[in-house]
């Protein structure tokens, strides 16, 4: 075994002690365990059988303890003097009431990156109060702009909220304050909050109303389908096909394929014409299978992809020839991303918790 427990990547020898929850806590604690850190789970004891992830809590040391315990307490706070982040999931409040705060983990290691992922924050009216992934969705606004006329919005599963406007900010919090603590050679809190993430996450779309380069009203919101240009359609199968064709150029390579009229690509972006068109369009989608139209667009530029099922997905040729998924501990499961040219990403070996602990306490 090496020093750091045989990880490699660009965080090998970052030290994470991640206190069990669901959800983004565990899932940026992977991010950071496929890209090198060596991260120690604390779970619950008697943890239902329906809470486990084996993907996102892939590649850690786990040790159980009874945080009801003052004994067990203590070691948790043993634990953290040796970490170099610490990442809790629960409400506000919670760690303090358990002896285990921010100020009394940073007492004792004040080079700790101490990370607070929740839903609404530490303040405001909502910060006590429970939510899920659709709450947060629905108070950013971005669940409204997911809908079509007539239609209730989709939620995207928890790909937007919790992993986008969470995990990821989550990470993005810890490897800033890492950074900062070179120069620095302190620790600090960071509060990531889901509402906080998705907000940000929304300037990509909300950037463009002020200059009428997008709509976010239903109807007119090219982004969730209200055009012909960009959307999903039913093929002859019972599959579908997608286009994203909203350059003009692209555009016409899709109408020249798929046989409609190339006209269409002079008034593009009017959108009195895209129902006709979409109804149009779904016409011509009919009358050919998925694998069809894959065949015939996708050695072109007209945008246009297969809408894979999850068990096709490792198997396409753009993600295999990546090596986008890899076998490990039985699973099919999704391989460490970002790439990295000299220290790449691996899929950590589970291993013990207190072995994890002797090495760290040993340097």
Same mark, same amino acid.
């Given at each position: 075994?090496? #020093? ?41 004891? =008697? ?8 993907? @996102? ?12 315990? %003052? ?18 999931? =629960? ?20 080079? /700790?990156?101490?990370?607070?992922? @929740? ?12 939510? *899920?992934?659709?709450?947060? /969705?629905?108070?950013?606004?971005? /669940? ?10 989709? %939620? ?18 810890? /490897? ?21 993430? $998705? ?20 109807? *007119? ?6 055009? =012909? ?77 297969? $809408? ?6 490792? @198997? *396409? ?16 499961? #999704? ?29």
């Amino acid at each position: 075994m090496t #020093q750091h427990g045989g990880r490699r990547g660009p965080l090998a020898g970052l030290r994470c002690v991640e206190f069990a929850g669901m959800g983004p806590g565990p899932h940026g604690a992977m991010l950071l365990s496929d890209l090198g850190a060596e991260v120690l789970r604390i779970e619950r004891p =008697n943890r239902p059988a329906f809470t486990i992830n084996p993907i @996102t809590e892939r590649g850690r040391g786990k040790l159980v303890l009874d945080l009801r315990q %003052p004994e067990d307490v203590a070691r948790a706070l043993d634990i953290a003097r040796h970490a170099d982040v610490l990442i809790k999931g =629960n409400r506000p409040g919670v760690m303090e009431r358990l002896g285990l705060s921010p100020e009394v983990a940073m007492a004792a290691n004040p080079r /700790l990156i101490y990370a607070r992922m @929740t839903g609404w924050g530490q303040d405001g009216p909502l910060a006590l109060r429970a939510g *899920h992934d659709l709450s947060y /969705l629905a108070i950013t606004g971005a /669940l409204h702009a997911f809908a079509r006329p007539g239609e209730l919005p989709v %939620p995207p599963m928890n790909l937007v909220a919790d992993f986008g406007g969470g995990s990821m900010f989550l990470v993005l919090g810890i /490897l800033a304050a890492l950074w900062e603590r070179e120069r620095s050679g302190l620790g600090q809190v960071v509060d990531a909050a889901i509402v906080d993430g $998705v907000a940000a996450l929304l300037a990509g779309a909300t950037g463009h109303v002020p200059t009428g380069g997008l709509s976010l009203a239903r109807g *007119h919101n090219v982004l969730v389908g209200a055009s =012909n240009y960009y959307r999903p359609y039913l093929c002859k199968d019972g599959r579908e096909f997608a286009v994203a064709a909203i350059e003009p150029q692209f555009y016409r390579i899709l109408l020249q394929r798929i046989g409609a009229p190339v006209e269409w690509a002079e008034d593009q972006y009017d959108p009195s014409v895209w129902p006709e068109r979409s109804a149009a369009m779904a016409a011509i989608f009919l009358t050919r299978t998925r694998d069809e139209w894959t065949a015939i667009l996708e050695d072109s530029d007209a945008c246009g992809a297969p $809408v894979l099922e999850l068990a096709e997905v490792p @198997t *396409h040729p753009q993600i295999a020839e990546r090596n986008g998924y890899a076998l490990h501990e039985g699973i099919v499961q #999704q391989a460490p991303a970002p790439r990295f040219s000299r220290t790449p990403g691996a899929i950590g070996p589970d291993e013990c918790g207190e072995a994890m602990l002797e090495r760290w306490k040993m340097g």
